[in-house]
């Protein structure tokens, strides 16, 4: 279709070019004897203005037989590639020849217009999510297609290596991984030793989590949970690369409340958009102030009630690190010395901790009152705090809660908080991320 549209383009210029000749060199005119007479030797009687092959004449009579069945020919295919263009309008963009892809919100089952857009163009203008997308056909711009399932998932970086260094135990290490499997993004993980963090040795930042984003020869390191999960949301949306979205996430070195050295990110929790990017992603300001104020929540007090409530009786601090040292990457001594000596020690810390954060003497309750109030917050009219989508809170308070998973004290979450529905959600949502692979 693109081959004859260039035809037809080439062709329409030669005959503008024969036009506007025409108007520069123009045939001399014909008389009206020799019209007449032109007339009759057509109809078949022979006159006296008429000179057997006259090559004037006979030259005027091809030119106009030729234009006559150039402009038919032409006219002629011209309404034919306007019925190819109709038929193939819904499935292919004409003018790069790729076929445009509709995309169809997984909840509400409905096409979204906005994102019915040619691949060649900056299609991706709204916020990564759940989507099943009609046509298979993988792009340079990162549109990963699944041929098995016809499910979709989205990227903007098809060339994005990342790594992710953690302890698979650490809530704020969670939060991050459940960021990176709600938008389908690829990741290897690599189990950190938490004795000897061998494993990020590279690195002067000795937390984790860790982010590693290999674009080609280039390798961006992320640190901070909030910082990674903030930055690469930017760079989903706004299609920025990430070597430029990091710079605005800053580090500054602080003193905390014990006198000790701490690295803060200066806007951590903020998506750094421009106006009409935010506005397709949030709606309004209120309620992107909402979500950075319960990531902000999640990361100050509810991160803080999980040692308490997972170490707070010896028994259920023993349980805790028996679950620590099958999940975690120990040798046969570290795991035995973790397991015990390491219960006994955070079952003390956790009594620090409860001092420290002001909790109540029985810290389930502040577990049940965070649990009950972040359920107030989303609602009883909207599914997730994103609304039919979860959104970065969302995936901050679920993150965080996950790790508690077969503890008691997520049984006990559980059964004597209002957050089950939510959470059972959460998992749905998550397990139904189009796969990428």
Not at 255 to 282: H, I, P, S
Not at 362 to 391: C, I, S
Request: aromatic share 10%; hydrophobic share 40%.
């Amino acid at each position: 279709m693109a081959r004859a549209a260039r035809f037809a383009w080439v062709l329409g210029l030669s005959r503008c070019a024969l036009t506007e000749g025409s108007r520069t060199r123009p045939w001399p005119p014909v008389s009206a004897q020799r019209w007449a007479g032109f007339t009759r030797a057509a109809a078949g009687s022979p006159g006296p203005a008429v000179r057997k092959g006259s090559p004037r004449l006979l030259g005027a009579a091809a030119l106009a037989l030729g234009g006559a069945l150039g402009l038919y020919h032409t006219v002629r295919w011209h309404l034919r590639s306007q019925d190819l263009r109709a038929e193939r309008s819904a499935a292919q963009c004409f003018e790069c020849a790729v076929p445009r892809v509709v995309f169809v919100d997984r909840v509400s089952r409905t096409p979204d217009p906005e994102l019915e857009v040619c691949p060649r163009l900056r299609w991706l203008s709204r916020p990564c999510g759940l989507f099943e997308l009609q046509s298979l056909h993988p792009t340079s711009h990162g549109l990963f297609l699944d041929a098995g399932t016809g499910k979709r998932a989205l990227s903007p970086s098809s060339h994005l290596q990342l790594t992710l260094y953690q302890y698979k135990t650490c809530p704020f290490c969670s939060k991050v991984r459940a960021f990176l499997d709600f938008h389908s993004l690829p990741y290897q993980v690599v189990e950190v030793n938490p004795v000897r963090r061998t494993e990020i040795k590279f690195s002067s930042y000795r937390k984790v989590p860790i982010l590693v984003a290999q674009e080609g020869d280039s390798s961006q390191q992320l640190n901070d949970s909030s910082v990674i999960i903030s930055a690469l949301k930017t760079h989903l949306v706004s299609g920025q690369s990430l070597e430029e979205v990091i710079t605005y996430y800053p580090p500054m070195k602080a003193m905390n409340d014990q006198g000790k050295e701490v690295t803060e990110f200066c806007n951590k929790y903020w998506l750094m958009l421009d106006e009409k990017e935010a506005q397709r992603m949030y709606g309004g300001k209120e309620a992107r102030t909402e979500e950075m104020k319960w990531r902000q929540w999640a990361d100050d007090w509810l991160v803080h009630l999980i040692s308490p409530n997972v170490y707070r009786t010896p028994t259920e601090a023993l349980a805790s690190f028996d679950y620590i040292v099958r999940e975690g990457k120990f040798g046969a001594v570290e795991a035995t010395m973790a397991k015990y000596v390491g219960a006994a020690a955070m079952y003390l810390i956790s009594k620090r901790l409860k001092s420290r954060h002001h909790l109540q003497d029985d810290v389930r309750v502040d577990l049940y009152e965070a649990a009950n109030k972040w359920v107030t917050a989303v609602g009883k009219d909207r599914p997730f705090m994103g609304g039919q989508k979860p959104n970065l809170a969302d995936l901050a308070v679920y993150g965080v809660l996950r790790v508690m998973e077969g503890l008691e004290a997520f049984d006990d979450l559980m059964r004597h908080s209002r957050i089950q529905p939510w959470y059972l959600r959460m998992e749905r949502a998550i397990e139904e991320a189009p796969s990428m692979h």
